[in-house]
């Protein structure tokens, strides 16, 4: 399993890049050159079947064919990603990815085609997969989702957590986020503490939704006792 990158990021003055604290990687600054690339992190960090992942994993050389001729050359992807078994007790492959705009790629196409190339070359000799993504894999509700709950994420637990579980529990398992303000978030005292402990349990998975779907105050929320049925 890859632990480190393997290129270090260039500073840029005309671009985004930095350094993002993953809790997937316990808090370790995984590096990004492009904001679509941090974007993509804030998926993995709450995509459930992601164990962990690398910045910059791997450098792979490959020849560079163009008009000019021919030159050695090398390519390294944006991130490696593991996962957790799934339901049936199998770990998919460490996957490559690399992260860029569509007009980025339509611009090169030439010249990402065959770093494309190489790179599933690579993995396959690996046993690994590799995969390209784009604004179109990652813009939408998901993202909107992690994007919001993602400052959540390393909010201190707190006893009360536990209290709203139990009251969810005694109402059949399932409140809407404005039920759940009603109760706990009923005086100005509370208003000042009690969003930061709800919005918390969500962005850790303490309290369940359909993140597929706007989570605000108007969502439904459940706990790991609710019975759909």
């Given at each position: 399993m890859i632990t480190s990158p393997?290129?270090?990021?260039?500073?840029?003055?005309?671009g985004v890049s930095g350094l993002f604290p993953s809790k997937k990687n316990?808090?370790?600054?995984?590096?990004?050159e492009s904001l679509l690339e941090r974007n993509y992190m804030l998926l993995l960090e709450f995509d459930d079947?992601?164990?962990?992942?690398?910045?910059?994993?791997?450098?792979?050389?490959?020849?560079?064919?163009?008009e000019n001729g021919s030159r050695k050359s090398r390519y390294t992807p944006d991130f490696i990603v593991y996962y957790h078994p799934d339901v049936d007790s199998v770990?998919?492959?460490?996957?490559?990815?690399?992260?860029?705009?569509?007009?980025?790629?339509?611009?090169?196409?030439?010249?990402?085609?065959?770093?494309?190339?190489?790179?599933?070359?690579?993995?396959?000799k690996q046993r690994w997969a590799f995969s390209v993504k784009t604004q179109?894999?990652?813009?939408?509700?998901?993202?909107?989702?992690?994007?919001?709950?993602?400052?959540?994420l390393n909010v201190p637990q707190t006893s009360q957590e536990q209290v709203v579980i139990k009251f969810i529990d005694a109402q059949g398992g399932v409140m809407t986020g404005t039920e759940i303000f009603q109760?706990?978030?009923?005086?100005?005292?509370?208003?000042?503490?009690?969003?930061a402990i709800f919005w918390a349990m969500v962005a850790n998975k303490a309290l369940m939704t359909d993140w597929n779907q706007p989570i605000n105050l108007n969502a439904s929320f459940f706990t790991e006792n609710y019975d759909e049925d």
């Open positions: 393997a290129r270090k990021i260039p500073r840029r003055y005309n316990d808090g370790k600054m995984v590096p990004y079947t992601v164990d962990r992942y690398v910045g910059q994993p791997v450098t792979i050389p490959y020849q560079l064919s163009n770990i998919p492959p460490p996957t490559l990815i690399e992260i860029k705009e569509k007009k980025e790629l339509e611009k090169n196409k030439e010249t990402y085609e065959q770093k494309f190339a190489a790179a599933r070359l690579y993995s396959q179109d894999d990652i813009q939408g509700p998901f993202f909107e989702n992690a994007d919001f709950l993602y400052t959540y109760q706990f978030a009923a005086d100005t005292s509370e208003l000042a503490t009690f969003p």
